[in-house]
């Protein structure tokens, strides 16, 4: 099981979570933050500090986002497990779930 971050980071990428991720599992894409589901420990420690509530345990994703747990494992097809996102830093990429969305509007 993991956590999941959803839509509402899409092009916001507050970044809070990644502060208070103990093992560096939240990854940079180009416009939106995943969760490495394999680097994981389920501390659930970043989705109390999201301020958009994107994060959810795999389990209470709900139904209109579910497809951002298949987005979130895919996500690392390519780079498998880096062992942590400081390694990498921003990748220049995203899922195409999330490439393909059109621009994001978030309230100031």
């Known amino acids: 099981m993991t956590y999941v971050i959803a839509l509402p980071c899409v092009d916001l990428k507050d970044k809070a979570c990644i502060d208070e991720c103990p093992v560096d599992c939240i990854?940079?894409?180009?416009?939106s933050?995943?969760?490495h589901p394999d680097e994981c420990v389920d501390c659930g420690a970043c989705?109390?500090?999201?301020?958009?509530?994107?994060?959810?345990?795999?389990?209470?994703?709900p139904d209109?986002?579910?497809?951002?747990y298949k987005a979130n494992v895919e996500f690392f097809d390519?780079?498998?497990s880096?062992?942590?996102?400081?390694?990498?830093?921003?990748?220049?990429?995203?899922?195409?779930l999330v490439a393909a969305l059109p621009p994001q509007v978030h309230p100031a």
Do not use: N, Q, S
């Open 27 to 31: 990854y940079e894409g180009e416009r």
């Open 33 to 35: 933050l995943y969760i």
């Open 47 to 61: 989705e109390p500090v999201c301020p958009v509530e994107a994060i959810y345990y795999e389990d209470d994703l």
């Open 64 to 68: 209109m986002w579910a497809d951002y």
């Open 78 to 80: 390519d780079i498998g």
């Open 82 to 96: 880096p062992g942590g996102a400081a390694k990498t830093g921003m990748l220049d990429f995203d899922h195409p």
